[in-house]
């Protein structure tokens, strides 16, 4: 199938696979090729839909997004994924739907557009760099940054240089300064997104008494894909309705 053209999709972007696949299952979605993109791709009340996943980190985000809307003609470019609590009290798996993504290296600040319900709060902090010093992370606190993530300004300077809207959904996975992520286990996944097996196993003959810490970042990371994927499923629904 090839929608390279067809007016009225709504792309979808992930940064990696395990955020991908609870969308896949909430929509329907099917493996599909545009040129040498591999996509998932299906309809749902008269729209076109087509997800991607970009790898982690800005560079990538914006490579890989670029690539996708020279290849697909978009109505909306919808971000979906996982996201850092900037505090250690925010609930695993709450919904952050940002006002503003920021920046971090240039301090430009977009603003999603609305899409479904729910009500914006905040501001998200795109960065490559893991953040875990209490006094950073306090300073971004006071700024009104509510969240961490890899790839949401990047995709949106992309977007917004096509005039193409663009919103968010992410969940909170994990929490920056509640000692459960730090430099060893931050790099222990492949830059697009897959776990890098052999370090993991390596990182886990080294710290067995971290194994049930692995473990719950594992369940935090699944049920904030999981929140992320049926808030935007929800929206596309919600505007696919007559």
Known sequence: MDNS????????????????????????????????LRVRAGTLGGHQLVAIVTGMGTQLAKTETG????????????VVGITGAVDNTTP???????EVVVDSVSGVEYRP???????????????????????????LRA??????DMETAAVAEVCEGRGIPWSVFRAISD??????????????????G???????????LRHPARIP????????????AETAAAAAAAAVRACSQP
């Open 213 to 224: 810490r692995m473990v719950r970042l594992g369940r935090g990371a699944t049920r904030a």
């Open 5 to 36: 053209r067809k007016p009225g999709v709504i792309a979808f972007v992930c940064a990696m696979p395990m955020e991908l696949r609870p969308l896949v299952r909430k929509l329907s979605l099917h493996k599909s090729q545009i040129g040498d």
């Open 194 to 204: 897959t776990p890098n097996g052999p370090a993991v196993a390596r990182y886990l």
């Open 143 to 148: 700024r009104g940054v509510v969240s961490f």
């Open 175 to 192: 929490r920056a300064t509640d000692g459960s992520i730090d430099e060893e286990i931050f790099h222990l996944s492949h830059r697009d």
């Open 67 to 78: 690539r996708f809307l020279d290849a697909v003609g978009v109505q909306r470019v919808v």
């Open 92 to 98: 695993i798996g709450t919904l952050v739907l940002p």
């Open 113 to 139: 557009a609305p899409f479904g319900g729910g009500s914006p709060h905040g501001k998200m902090w795109t960065t490559d760099l893991l953040l875990t010093d209490t006094d950073e992370v306090a300073g």
